[in-house]
């Protein structure tokens, strides 16, 4: 089922987004050689539960952690450790999820660990502005796919592999709704965008090609080839003044405006 948002609904998605925007930054300011995935997951846990929210991936499908860190070639779900220590050279992505009074945040970055190859930091780049480009292309009355082909259209032209088997999707009172929401398609197809959606984005680029195995335990997606992989996410939704990013700090407004220039 679609779930559509009253404003006052989406005042408290808003307020979890937050949440998880803020425990993003402390993580970031966090990442250097010689921490622990293990140790950004406690500092996450603790200051998600600072604000009077709850971790929501902890528990789901019995996930045992409050974030995802997934190192180099894991592209999504890596489960944090203490015995995982970031190096200098290595690309990580965090991806952290809220629920504050029963509404739900989720967002992703990707990360530079000290100086990194020149190359896995345009991947990092082009992964960041295609999440970008793709909320940047919903409109009221437009469909779900607008945002998955201007995902595709950015990120193809770089060469990346586009993965395929994990989507974008609803967000609301839990954090997986539908529509999901491919990072690959044609436009204009899909359930209509109306005000008061909300949608979490989140492409995946592998440095080699797009396929994916899955890890023994069960939960830690790696590419097949071994390449490194970035993924970025925001929760946003629509409002009468355009996207509005529940887990941007600034709700996108400076990203989208300079986005709207490019055309
Ligand atoms: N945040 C992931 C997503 O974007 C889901 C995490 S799966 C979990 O959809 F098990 F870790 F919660
Ligand atoms: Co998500």
């Known amino acids: 089922m679609i ?14 987004g937050l949440v998880v925007g803020r425990a993003l930054a402390l993580l970031t300011q966090a990442v250097a050689p010689g921490i622990s995935t293990g140790e950004l997951d406690a500092m996450a846990e603790s200051y ?5 929210a709850v971790p929501s991936f902890k528990g789901y499908h019995d996930y045992p952690a409050t974030i995802c860190a997934s190192v180099n070639n894991q592209i999504v779900h ?3 450790s203490m015995r995982e220590v970031l190096r200098e050279g290595d690309i990580v992505s965090l991806d952290c999820g809220a629920i504050l009074d029963g509404w739900h945040g989720d967002s992703a970055v990707t990360l530079a ?5 020149p190359a896995l930091q345009r991947l990092i780049d082009v992964t960041e502005e295609s999440m970008w480009r793709g909320l940047a292309a919903a409109r009221i009355g437009g469909r779900v796919s607008d945002i998955s082909h201007a995902i595709e259209e950015y990120a ?4 990346f592999g586009i993965v395929e088997e994990y989507t974008g999707h609803g967000i609301g009172t839990e954090m997986h709704q539908e529509p999901a929401v491919p ?7 899909g359930p209509e965008i109306v005000k008061g959606l909300a949608l979490a ?5 592998n440095l080699g090609k797009r396929h994916t195995r899955m890890l023994d335990d069960g939960w830690t997606v790696v590419t ?3 390449s490194p992989s970035a993924h970025f996410e925001h929760s946003f939704t629509l409002t009468d003044d355009g996207p509005l990013v529940l887990t941007a700090l600034d709700g996108g407004k400076s990203k989208l405006a300079a986005l709207a220039t490019v055309g």
């Open 113 to 117: 660990v000290g100086d990194i190859d």
């Open 224 to 226: 097949k080839d071994g």
């Open 3 to 16: 779930q559509i948002k009253t404003d006052a609904e989406i005042d408290k998605m808003r307020a979890a």
């Open 183 to 189: 990072n690959f398609g044609k436009p204009g197809r």
């Open 156 to 159: 193809r032209p770089f060469g």
């Open 48 to 52: 998600i539960r600072s604000e009077g």
């Open 201 to 205: 984005v989140e492409p995946m680029l």
């Open 78 to 80: 890596g489960i944090p």
